[in-house]
């Protein structure tokens, strides 16, 4: 094999529109851009796009959604928490929204992989590079309600089922009612709520 041909089957790095390569396995947070997230998670579809409407629900719909759990199930919580999660899913930008019996059966530690490039972004928005654990259950449980509310509106899961799945949401919450957006509004909610959240 020429040295050409071995030196592209190694590689390990993304391109990016905005021209950033960003190295998937030792992923530096100054090739990481706002807007190539938002790009990337308003065309990755949640639920393998087995959802309903003319547009898939957009893991970039999918973080704002998680992040108004995150601050109605903690008001007054700090604007870099509710940062963190509107970012929780961020690395589905270059690696995609894979299901969760399928991150099961890949092998390699496919967390690992995530978290070490959820690190990065984290530190490229000025965050620290894992969040306290309390925070981390407060955006897992923010999570799991919006998992609920997807799977029973959008992805044909009764109550029963959502609630074995995902847990029963907070007595007296209030229902999101879930509209999938066209990429380019999805991307342009994203943007939106990030802009607030980091300034």
């Given amino acids: 094999m020429s040295p050409a041909r071995k030196s592209e089957t190694r590689r390990a790095w993304q391109r ?9 396995l030792d992923p530096s947070p100054l090739d990481i ?3 190539d997230i ?22 970039a719909q999918h973080c704002v959604l998680v992040e108004r759990i995150t601050a109605e199930l903690s008001p007054g919580l700090a604007k870099d928490a509710r ?3 509107l970012l929780h899913d961020a690395p589905e930008y270059v690696v995609g929204d894979l299901i ?3 991150k099961a059966a890949v092998g390699i530690d496919y967390k690992d992989f995530e978290l070490r ?29 919006s998992a609920y ?9 009764d109550d029963t089922e959502a609630r074995k799945f995902f847990g029963k949401p907070p007595e007296g919450f209030r229902t ?18 990030f802009r607030k959240l980091a300034t």
Avoid at 149 to 157: D, H, N
Avoid at 176 to 192: G, I, K, N, S, V
């Fill in 16 to 24: 990016m529109l905005s021209g950033r390569r960003l190295d998937l």
């Fill in 33 to 35: 851009e706002i807007e």
């Fill in 38 to 59: 938002a790009h990337g998670l308003a065309r990755v579809a949640r639920w393998n796009g087995q959802t309903k409407g003319a547009h898939a629900f957009s893991v």
């Fill in 83 to 85: 940062l963190t999660a």
């Fill in 100 to 102: 969760s019996p399928f």
């Fill in 117 to 145: 490039l959820l690190a990065a972004i984290h530190l490229r928005f000025s965050l620290p590079a894992r969040p306290r654990a309390e925070l981390s259950a407060l955006i897992k449980r923010a999570d799991h309600i």
């Fill in 149 to 157: 509310y997807e799977a029973t509106q959008l992805a044909g899961f």
């Fill in 176 to 193: 999101p009612r879930l509209h999938p957006l066209a990429a380019r509004e999805a991307q342009a909610q994203f943007l939106e709520h």
